[in-house]
């Protein structure tokens, strides 16, 4: 009886497997069933991609700063160590996937046990009150212990990853949890309490994750933050967590999030909607009986039952984009009526309040083929109106288009160049090379005369004179340079022949300057014997007058003779004192006491002969003979006598008044 019941019921299933379609015939021809009805030319709405678990490789750089702030956190250097602390609040969002690498290596170390003592240690540190865990670690443990320095490096990714704060961030926190065991926990949830909202999205991954330990973990952090249901996980006001929280719900894959999902889904704010439709994608079928009953109330039209819960995410999301869209692609419709009309102006008219409502209306591309129409027509009638309808076509083109439009475009600058005056080739040669059918660009090589527009065999003439003319300047300028080196070659020759000349003169002047010293020596030769024989003369002279003087002196009275011996003493002095004054030397000078009772007589400079001089005295002996006497000549301005002879009468310094 059940082996009856077994083969009935295994024809009976053949039977249906065979009238049945195949599973992928049913998604090919899913998109051809009816469809309610929607504009022409919108498309099905496309079910997004969801994002990736897996890390990018890291940068090189980012691996290379990655570890040397680690290196600088286990600095013995204070200065340095509180640098990294600093900078590890700088971490830039792509270096997750370098910290992710860090955390393995450091994790295949081990040493879980001694490091779990080390934070025991350092949380039961005395006399420390600062919050900052890292910095109580560095202050407590020894740096240069193998298990502090990765216990160190182990809390600076921490603060790396919570400084980040992104998704992918939060998740490496939990992994670091995760590899590393309980003493690190503490740190764990303090870097995510700091993020905030920011954590729910990673929490509410890590409710599926395989560590039971860690799953319970997540739904207690979620507790404690009131979030545990999905309904308060979307209470947020942060746009960016809201969107990972509603990716995060997708990847519960659990139905109760369906309806949140759904409800985001065909919200205005455009990151928000890509987040929930990801979300749903990520549900897939869990969310298939919450799709047909949003279709449902959303059209008034119960889905098909071959529709798998693609067909009606696509449809449902492409109703949501109808009722958002409907205006737009009216307008859209009616632009394309008026250009068939050509309304031109109507055109560009309705094209322009879509893009003014949607930038990235899903058939902008479509609007640039339009856009062309109307500023090649409107060129000369509305020149602006034309410009700024090519820079619309050149945003939202494709490559022939947004060429076209470029084109337009430089050769409109062009034209308003050449109406001032200035031929700009560059432009027209560019807008040329964008569109060659380009009809402006031969309008202006038409109408504009430039040099540039000569034939190529003047142009190479033209080239070929400007460089002769610069070979001829060079030729030149080396002409000039080797004749001006040429006579400073010359000069430099005709001065060594002056220098020779010179000497020679030179010479010769030296030896007549010899000669006519020689002359000048006997010339004062004879000079001084002439002055020789005229002193002789006034000696006899004065001998004879002498002897007169005693003859006539019989006859004066004793006054007279006294009168006389004092002249002649001062006669003496002043002879004495002229030698000195004439030789200006001491050593000349007589020593002892003068003479007294001697009557001295002092003739001229023209007929005094010159003084004998001792070489041999010195001029302090000399000096010292002056002044062994303590007399001093008396007044040299007096008269002469009767017989013209200056006389020079001797004073005593001790008598003056």
């Known amino acids: 009886m ?5 083969e009935l019921f295994g024809t009976v299933l053949s039977l249906a497997l065979l009238v049945s379609p195949a599973w992928g015939d049913r998604e090919e021809k899913e998109t051809t069933l009816e469809a309610p009805a929607r504009p022409a030319d919108m498309p099905l709405a496309p079910l997004p991609e969801p994002p990736s678990l897996k890390l990018p490789p890291p940068r090189p750089l980012a691996i290379e700063a990655i570890d040397r702030l680690l290196g600088e956190v286990v600095s013995p250097d204070p200065v340095l160590r509180e640098r990294a602390r600093r900078q590890l609040l700088e971490a830039k969002p792509d270096w997750v996937s370098g910290l992710a690498t860090r955390i393995d290596k450091l994790a295949e170390r081990g040493g879980r046990k001694e490091m779990g003592e080390l934070v025991q240690r350092v949380r039961r540190t005395k006399g420390i009150e600062d919050e900052d865990f890292l910095l109580r670690a560095q202050e407590t443990l020894d740096l240069k212990s193998p298990h502090a320095e990765r216990l160190l490096q182990i809390l600076a990714i921490n603060r790396m990853l919570g400084a980040i704060g992104s998704v992918e961030a939060v998740r490496e926190l939990i992994r670091v949890y995760a590899r590393f065991g309980d003493f690190i926990r503490i740190d764990v949830q303090n870097q995510l309490d700091r993020l905030g909202d920011k954590a729910l999205a990673g929490l509410v991954e890590a409710e599926q994750h395989p560590a039971e330990m860690i799953r319970k973990w997540a739904k207690r952090q979620l507790d404690l933050r009131g979030k545990a249901i999905a ?32 409800g985001y889904a065909a919200i205005e704010r455009l990151k928000l909607q890509l987040a929930a439709r990801q979300g ?4 897939g079928e869990s969310a298939a009986w919450a799709l047909r009953d949003a279709y449902l109330s959303t059209t008034g039209k119960r889905p098909p039952r071959e529709w798998t819960w693609k067909r ?3 449809e449902l999301f492409t109703e949501y984009d109808r009722l958002r869209l409907e205006r737009l692609y009216s307008l859209y419709d009616s632009a394309k009526k008026a250009e068939t009309r050509g309304d031109l102006v109507a055109m560009k008219r309705d094209l322009d309040d879509i893009l003014l409502d949607n930038p ?3 058939e902008r591309e479509k609007m640039a083929p339009l856009y062309l129409r109307f500023a090649r027509e409107y060129l000369e009638k509305d020149p602006e109106a034309a410009k700024n309808a090519a820079r619309r076509a050149a945003r939202i083109g494709q490559d022939q288009d947004r060429n076209a439009a470029e084109s337009l475009l430089r050769a409109l600058e062009a034209r308003e160049l050449a109406a001032e005056g200035i031929y700009d080739r560059g432009l027209i040669d560019l807008a040329l090379a964008l569109d060659p059918k380009n009809p402006l660009v031969k309008d202006l090589e038409s109408t504009t005369t430039s040099p540039v527009g000569l034939s190529p065999w003047t142009r190479y003439g033209l080239a070929g004179g400007v460089a002769l003319v610069a070979l001829l300047g060079l030729a030149t300028s080396l002409g000039v340079t080797w004749r001006r080196k040429r006579a400073a070659e010359r000069a430099a020759e005709e001065g060594l022949e002056d220098d020779e000349s010179s000497d020679e003169d030179e010479r010769s002047d030296d030896d007549e300057r010899s000669d006519e010293d020689e002359s000048s020596d006997d010339g004062e030769d004879e000079t001084l014997d002439e002055r020789f024989d005229d002193d002789e ?8 007058e002498d002897e007169r003087s005693e003859a006539d002196g019989s006859s004066d009275d004793g006054e007279d003779k006294a009168l006389d011996d004092e002249r002649s003493e001062a006669d003496g002095s002043s002879d004495d004192g002229e030698d000195k004054a004439l030789d200006d030397d001491p050593d000349d000078a007589p020593s002892g006491d003068l003479p007294e009772n001697k009557e001295l007589t002092a003739h001229s400079d023209d007929d005094a002969p010159p003084p004998e001089r001792d070489e041999n005295e010195t001029p302090e002996a000399a000096e010292g003979s002056r002044g062994a006497d303590n007399t001093e000549l008396g007044d040299p301005t007096s008269p002469p006598n009767e017989d013209g002879e200056l006389v020079l009468t001797l004073k005593d310094p001790s008598k003056d008044d």
């Open 537 to 544: 003369r006034s000696d006899d002279e004065r001998s004879d």
């Open 360 to 362: 990235l209306f899903e």
């Open 2 to 6: 059940r082996a009856r019941r077994a």
């Open 231 to 262: 309904h308060a996980l979307v209470r947020t006001d942060d746009p960016d967590a809201l969107a990972d929280i509603l990716v995060a719900l997708g990847r519960t894959r659990n139905p109760d999030a369906s309806s949140i999902l759904i």
């Open 312 to 314: 009606l995410a696509r």
């Open 280 to 283: 749903i994608a990520l549900l």
